[in-house]
């Protein structure tokens, strides 16, 4: 719990200073610290409900979510060319968040009774897995948010990986990926018209960002950038505008506020928390368990290096927050919904 607390109080320090210094922020710190308030009663909660309640009752909180990710098209509020969230008087809720933990439970619920070794069970698993992959992937798409949908297909295979599947399934999957990767390569190169038409123009320039990130033009890049080159190994006491600063660039932020030094104590925060759950991970037998805590950790790395990575300009910019750092009720509120099962005694499962 020390490395959160870290993280936490990391995350509000910032969320008080870009505050004090922007008036669009202002109350950014007390939402943010009443989230983290709201995270932990939602995780002690879940501990006491005990977790074998919520796995039972997983497949509701799946159908639900997927209602509200088609729910959200129609009267969402769109934000920075998303329309993902339902706009509330004192919050915005983005329910592709919640889907993280959803699908994760799900899936972890449902797999876990398959049995190995046998060719047909074998391909109901990679099927069923693969289907309640794609349902809310595809209502994401249409919104669009291109991490939401990565994030999904990590969890699902961090599921498939840990189930240990035989290596022929592997294979297959590996040659389905790599034809679709072609074939998007392709057209991207060769058809961009087609492409369009095929996935929209919004997605089209969300993928384009990606793919061209190497050429590092970008005006939220250069700021973080300016904003890290500029600071010094303590508190810097000087402001920097970075767009989206408290959330997709966050760790560029802390570092304008708070010195290289912050980027050591999350690092050292962070890889304390991925060795801790790896330890939970091989240590407890439970399959239900393993699986869970295995989707947990390819989207919590994922997003960790992800977030730092685009922050100092190594990898493109696709809007996944820092996990406890970036700010955002929805994710802070999933992570603890996730850190509530985690933390249950095993004999609770």
Request: hydrophobic content about 55%; overall charge positive; some cysteine.
């Amino acid at each position: 719990m020390v490395p959160i607390i870290c993280l936490i109080v990391i995350s509000l320090f910032n969320m008080k200073i870009i505050g004090n210094y922007n008036e669009m922020y202002k109350n950014y710190f007390f939402k943010q610290a009443l989230w983290f308030g709201l995270g932990f009663i939602v995780m002690g909660i879940i501990m006491k409900l005990r977790p074998k309640l919520l796995f039972k009752y997983s497949k509701y909180l799946y159908y639900f979510n997927v209602l509200l990710l088609i729910l959200v098209l129609f009267v969402g509020k769109t934000i920075n060319g998303s329309k993902a969230w339902f706009d509330f008087y004192f919050f915005s809720f983005q329910p592709s968040e919640l889907m993280k933990f959803s699908l994760t439970l799900y899936l972890s619920q449902i797999l876990s009774f398959y049995k190995k070794h046998d060719f047909k069970s074998e391909l109901k698993f990679i099927l069923k897995a693969i289907f309640l992959m794609l349902v809310p992937s595809l209502f994401v798409f249409l919104e669009p948010d291109t991490g939401a949908i990565i994030i999904y297909f990590l969890i699902t295979l961090g599921i498939i990986m840990i189930y240990k599947i035989d290596i022929k399934w592997y294979l297959v999957l590996g040659g389905i990926v790599l034809g679709l990767g072609g074939g998007f390569l392709y057209l991207y190169y060769f058809n961009k018209d087609l492409l369009i038409r095929l996935i929209g123009t919004s997605f089209f320039y969300r993928m384009d960002r990606i793919f061209t990130f190497v050429n590092k033009d970008s005006f939220q890049l250069d700021r973080a950038l300016i904003a890290i080159g500029t600071s010094g190994f303590f508190s810097t006491n000087h402001y920097i505008y970075i767009p989206e600063a408290p959330t997709d660039f966050i760790v560029a932020l802390s570092i304008s506020n708070l010195g290289i030094v912050s980027l050591i104590v999350i690092l050292l925060a962070f890889l304390v928390l991925d060795i801790y759950f790896l330890y939970k991970l091989f240590k407890n037998k439970n399959m239900k368990y393993k699986m869970f805590v295995a989707g947990f950790l390819m989207m919590f790395i994922f997003a960790q290096l992800q977030n730092i990575g685009m922050n100092l300009g190594l990898f493109p910019i696709i809007g996944l927050p820092l996990p406890f750092v970036s700010y955002g009720g929805t994710n802070i509120l999933v992570y603890f919904m996730f850190l509530g099962i985690l933390g249950s005694k095993k004999e609770y499962f």
